[in-house]
């Protein structure tokens, strides 16, 4: 019989543990937002009886109130002056308090101050009927002190009767502000209420999702970082988790799988390259060795089979003998550059502080006497202060030499090479431009390959052996610099090369505006050179 986690091996769908989640924060919305509700219709019923019943009594009794103010200053200005005016005033001030107290009698009628209304009413039918019409429609003279203090007597009533109804209506507003706050209180107790199930339901809701998913989620975090850091025994548990975390656990064990079989494959690869360069290295060691001594020795003989026939031998014969000894000179170049390819890829580097100026300035020093035979000027811009990098010093001179020997030797008759020295932010620049053939723009691509050369160059049979940029950007790679050729053919050819500064952060440096130069690759013979 299976066991219950046996039973749950597949695993729910996220979709299924997020479900009831949902469900739960729903149903606690609508409850949140019916008590709201509620209680805002609750508090509403309360302030609709302060407007619909204690407003409009407020309002007529005010009126009432201001007309009796007016009866009694119309009486008096009667029975002080005899104005006819004040008679007038009097006269429609009574039409008005008659329509008045119909409507304040109206509008109490059922409410708590019905009562209070009914007495204040009266008093005022008092007041007017027994002191104020007969003084209006006597003749004007004083007032007798038993009429005035019958006077005094009426109105005193009509005044308490008039207090006994305001605070009436005070009672009715308190009451009904009353009911608005205990309505308001209830309403946010029901809110906390709701407020406090939420905040328990939704913690054990995160609970149970922190158990079902959001651990399994960080244990495969876990085993990611474990792969990243090339652990052997990174994999991850695929029985924990929801159906699509156990997928991704499965998947990801797989991936550790065949990244393991990948990283074994690699190693004997790896391995198998060793053993590859190291019989290349022998190779051409023992190949450069062993075709040096044969060209020795042809070299030696031709030069005793010249010296030995000297003005003897005929033009054919001269001819010959020139073409060998031009072909044991490029013999013994490729040699010399194959051994110069070998030890820059294979030699460890012995680095130091040098100065590049330095460095530089000897290298154009070397050329000048093989460009002085052509009649080719080598003109020098340099700065006074030292350009120090961290270098393999032989190495590095011998890129600025192959770099400087390309110049002249692709240069015309007479031209000049410019060479310049300077600093460029964080890094210091050298740049050889000469005004010589330049090279065709659609073999810009192949720079860099191994033993090629543009048509150009061979055609004018120019000498060379194809490997001098391949060493310059060998060396200069191991070196973290860049080598950037700019060219077109028949103008020259411009070749900028640019290393760190010692002591400076590294940082790469842009490329002059409006030119789009190409990047000799270090892989250039495997996939061609990059443009930047």
């Not at 029985?239 to 494959?265: C, M, Q, Y």
């Not at 001098?468 to 790679?477: E, F, P």
């Amino acid at each position: 019989m299976a066991t219950g986690a046996q039973r749950a091996e597949p695993g729910r769908p996220v979709a299924r543990l997020l479900a009831p989640v949902i469900w739960r924060m729903a149903v606690l919305v609508v409850i949140a937002v019916s008590v709201c509700i509620i209680g805002a219709l609750l508090s509403e019923s309360a302030l609709r009886r302060v407007s619909d019943d204690v407003e409009p009594v407020s309002q007529a009794h005010d009126r009432v109130t201001d007309i009796v103010a007016e009866l009694r200053t119309a009486a008096a200005g009667w029975a002080a002056t005899g104005d006819p005016a004040a008679r007038e005033a009097y006269r429609e001030a009574s039409a008005e308090l008659s329509v008045a107290t119909d409507e304040l009698g109206v509008a109490a009628l059922g409410t708590s101050t019905d009562p209070s209304v009914t007495v204040e009413l009266k008093r005022i039918s008092n007041w007017v009927r027994g002191f104020a019409d007969p003084l209006v429609e006597a003749p004007p003279a004083p007032i007798d002190p038993a009429r005035a203090a019958v006077g005094r007597d009426l109105i005193e009533q009509y005044r308490e009767a008039r207090d006994a109804t305001r605070q009436a209506l005070v009672k009715d507003l308190d009451r009904a502000e009353e009911a608005t706050v205990v309505r308001l209180r209830l309403t946010i107790i029901a809110a906390v209420l709701v407020l406090i199930g939420s905040a328990v339901l939704i913690s054990r809701s995160r609970n149970r999702l922190l158990a079902e998913l959001s651990e399994p989620l960080l244990a495969l975090e876990r085993v990611v970082q474990k792969m990243l850091k090339n652990d052997p025994e990174g994999r991850a548990v695929a029985h924990r988790g929801p159906k699509e975390v156990r997928s991704i656990a499965r998947a990801l064990n797989d991936f550790a799988d065949a990244g393991s079989r990948a990283r074994a494959v690699e190693g004997r690869i790896q391995d198998e390259l060793h053993v590859l360069d190291s019989a290349k290295d022998d190779f051409v060691s023992n190949v450069s060795h062993e075709l040096r001594t044969p060209l020795t020795t042809i070299s030696g003989y031709l030069e005793m089979v010249a010296d030995e026939f000297e003005g003897q031998l005929q033009p054919r014969h001269e001819r010959m003998l020139e073409a060998t000894r031009r072909n044991v000179v490029r013999l013994r170049a490729l040699i010399d550059d194959l051994l110069a390819l070998s030890k820059a890829e294979t030699r460890p580097s012995e680095l130091e502080p040098s100065d590049v100026t330095q460095m530089v300035t000897d290298a154009v020093t070397d050329v000048r006497m093989t460009a002085a035979r052509r009649g080719i000027t080598v003109e020098v811009t340099a700065p006074s202060e030292p350009m120090p990098v961290v270098c393999d010093r032989a190495m590095l001179y011998r890129a600025f030499l192959n770099v400087l020997t390309n110049a002249v030797k692709f240069s015309h008759d007479g031209a000049t090479v410019e060479v310049s020295v300077k600093r460029v932010l964080n890094r210091v620049e050298i740049a050889v431009r000469d005004h010589g053939i330049g090279i065709p723009r659609s073999e810009l691509d192949r720079l860099g390959t191994r033993f090629f050369r543009a048509s150009n160059a061979m055609t004018n049979e120019i000498a060379g052996t194809g490997l001098g940029l391949r060493i310059v950007q060998t060396i200069i790679d191991k070196h973290a610099g860049d080598v950037i050729i700019e060219s077109a053919e028949g103008e020259g050819t411009t070749v900028y090369i640019r290393l760190r500064l010692h002591g400076e952060r590294a940082g790469r440096v842009p490329v002059p505006e409006g030119v789009q130069p190409l990047r000799v690759a270090a892989d250039a013979d495997r996939g061609g050179p990059t443009r930047r």
